[in-house]
Each structure stands twice: as C-alpha cells, then as structure tokens.
C-alpha cells in the first residue's frame, strides 16, 4: 500500500513538473516567437512553439550548463573581469540555445528556423541568466 502511494506522488510531482515546463515554454516561446518572426521564423499553430522551445530548452541543457560554469569559474579564478565573464557567458550561452533549437527545428516539420532567428531566441533567453555571473553561491 506504502509502494503505490509513493508512486502516485512520483508521477504527481513529475505531472506538476511538465505543467511548469511546458507553462514556461509557453511564455517564452511566444515572447521569442513575437521577435524571431520578421527574421523568418515560421510556424504552423501556437502549439508548435511552445513544443519547439520546451524540447529545444531540454536539448539545450548539458550545454548550457557548461556555457553558466565557464565564465564564472575563470571570474572566480580572477582570469577574467566580471564584464568579460558576462559577455563570455552571454556568448556561450546564447549558441548552446540556439544549438539545442537548431537540433529541435531538424526534426520538426512544422516549425521553421533561420540561424539569424535562432541566435536572436538565444540571446533573449541568456539575459536572465547574465545577473547570476559573477555572484557567489551560497554553500
């Protein structure tokens, strides 16, 4: 009984866990969708964006891990100043995005990408990130 009630939790938890991702592709989505669109953007429906940016998001992830701890490793290690770590992190960040969503628009039919579109999503969906670089974590 103590069995199926802890994986009625699991997939609880994992059930409220998609509804915020897929709530915050949405809204992500359809901000970049609004920009990327004049640099040829196509898509089909509302919902092709939001599955585009919620599985290019998830393939964007090992590498836009490395692009966060990068700057900021060399920052804390006083090789680069806290300007040149967030314009590194920026950089990095704003093509492992871009990577991922390249990769996403491969494999779906009813989303269309130009690199000048996808390099745009990425650097709007690093600039959140930018204030994180360069402040210390707490342990």
């Known amino acids: 009984m103590k069995q199926s009630k802890r994986w ?3 997939l609880i938890g994992a059930g409220i866990f998609a509804l ?3 709530a915050v592709s ?3 989505g359809l901000v970049c969708a ?3 669109v004049p640099l040829g953007f196509q898509y089909r429906g509302i919902w092709d964006i939001v599955v585009f940016f919620f599985w290019g998001g998830l393939v964007s992830i090992p590498v836009s891990l490395t692009a966060e701890a990068l700057p900021q490793a060399l920052y804390s290690l006083g090789k ?3 300007w040149g770590a967030r314009t590194l992190y920026l950089l990095l960040d704003a093509f ?8 996403v628009d491969l494999f779906m039919d009813t ?9 745009l999503a990425g650097f709007l969906l690093a600039l959140p990130g930018l204030k994180d670089i360069g ?5």
């Open 8 to 10: 009625q939790d699991i």
């Open 96 to 103: 492992a995005t871009g990577l991922g969503l390249a990769v």
């Open 20 to 22: 915020f991702a897929f």
């Open 111 to 119: 989303v269309s990408a130009t690199d000048l579109s996808l390099w």
């Open 26 to 28: 949405a809204v992500c």
């Open 34 to 36: 609004t920009l990327m």
């Open 80 to 82: 680069l100043p806290l």
């Open 135 to 139: 402040r210390k974590k707490k342990v």
